[in-house]
């Protein structure tokens, strides 16, 4: 859905569909590419283990090992270094500017936030493992404690099985498009990774995550890292939810499917991938192939001088996160699964130095469109240092912020709102 330019502005500006997880995705998927270490005694007797536990996957999936899989090691100082390199070369200066201001703009982190350095520490901190599937290797990292070793390697050389099937590279640059739909098919891959080194460590036990709900949910959730981790647990809420997203949530989504259509599910997911996060949250919306709505931005009427800076859509991955981060998890819980779609664009004035948020959400109700109104003014007055409320009704409200004036709005079940034109003068 393209927004319209109005005022000076005849021409239709193209959006750019860039992801506002960008440099997330970017390094969390290619990490693996960095140069390895010498592989050590430890790394030998590490990477031995691997043909054993590939046979294993290949029984619980039915996805065969059509060739070896390279193993490796890599140190902590070269998998930071790689990660800094990647972020550099994959985004260009201007889309990650793009994305961070995207990011601030709906008051997800702090305005003197650095998406890159933080995307850099954060996987650094977090990295135990990798498959590259660009080389066809797999990497262990130094990160990596013994006792983890097993399960990160069968998580790794599930998405061998899944890239020697399905191309994992191809998979991903299919869904580039959409932000909201590359985060589905990141917790795709990630989730059936999940499931299978779940599944694999499960059998060592006699137990099986087939016909044990119980175990399912315990070996999807997050536990506590007990300071082990200080990067994560410092980082803001969008970043951390985002991160483990796809390893909880799209193991819960690929153990629906596998409940539905048992080892078949494990190449479905591939073939017919989800195009949301509320798919993967939601599976019956999966099952039924119900696709996000694509709602019209409001019209701004804005002067000569902005142009399109980014645009995509807030899915219910972001809008949950956000709810959260600013009501708390039961109102998040309550509205967000009533998102059915939603559209923004930035445009930006560089000589103003300005920039316009438009955002237009929809739900399946009027009622829930209507919570949401009110859930996103109280997200206003708390992202902001100062809001003065000029006009209010049961159906819309404007004024100034702290980034210029604001218009929301609800018309039917569709909520829109425009932050950061030229303040009102009083």
């Keep these: 859905m393209t927004g319209q330019w109005l005022a000076h502005e005849p021409e239709a500006a193209p959006r750019s569909r860039k992801t506002i997880r960008r440099a997330l995705i970017l390094a969390l998927l290619a990490a693996a590419c960095a140069p390895a270490a010498p592989v050590d005694d430890r790394g030998l007797a590490v990477c031995r283990e691997v043909p054993d536990i590939a046979r294993e ?57 650095d998406l890159s350095s933080s995307t850099v520490d954060l996987l650094t901190e977090q990295a135990a493992a990798f498959y590259d599937y660009d080389r066809k290797k797999l990497f262990i990292t130094e990160t990596a404690s013994r006792e983890d070793e097993e399960p990160v390697l069968a998580h ?47 059998r060592k036990s006699g137990r099986s995550l087939a016909d044990s709900p119980d175990l399912v949910r315990a070996m999807s959730g997050v536990s506590d890292s007990g300071g082990q981790f200080p990067v994560f647990e410092s980082e803001p809420l969008y970043l951390r939810l985002t991160l483990v997203f796809p390893y909880t949530k799209g193991m819960l989504f690929q153990n629906s499917v596998f409940q539905r259509d048992g080892k078949d599910g494990f190449a479905e997911v591939f073939k017919r991938s989800p195009v949301s996060t509320a798919q993967i949250l939601h599976p019956d919306l999966y099952f039924d192939d119900v696709k996000p709505a694509d709602p019209d931005l409001p019209e701004p009427h804005l002067p000569h001088g902005y142009k399109g800076l980014v645009g995509g859509s807030l899915g219910e991955l972001d809008t949950s996160v956000l709810l959260e981060q600013y009501l708390g998890k039961e109102r998040a819980a309550e509205i ?84 950061g034109r030229e303040p009102a003068i009083h």
């Design 336 to 419: 967000a699964p009533h998102w059915r779609g939603s559209a923004f664009e930035l445009r930006e004035n560089k000589k103003a130095k300005r920039v316009v948020l438009l955002y237009a959400a929809e739900w399946d109700s009027e009622e829930s469109a209507g919570l949401y109104l009110k859930a996103y003014r109280e997200v206003l007055a708390k992202k902001w240092k100062h809001m003065t409320v000029a006009s209010e009704s049961d159906s819309a409200v404007s004024g100034d912020g702290d980034d210029g004036g604001f218009e929301l709005r609800r018309t039917g079940k569709i909520v829109t709102s425009i932050e």
């Design 156 to 202: 790794e050389l599930a998405h061998a099985l899944a890239d020697q099937k399905f191309d994992l590279g191809k998979f991903m640059r299919k869904g580039r498009n959409s932000d909201d739909g590359s985060a589905a098919r990141l917790a795709v891959m990630e989730g059936q990774a999940t499931w299978l080194m779940s599944e694999y460590m499960a």
């Design 57 to 113: 996957l290949t029984a619980i999936s039915g996805l065969e090992l059509r060739r070896p899989v390279p193993c490796d090691f890599m140190s902590k100082e070269k998998v930071n270094e790689f990660l800094k390199q990647k972020v550099k070369h994959g985004s260009t200066k201007e889309e990650i500017r793009a994305d961070e201001l995207t990011l601030k703009k709906f008051g997800l982190v702090p305005q003197d936030f």
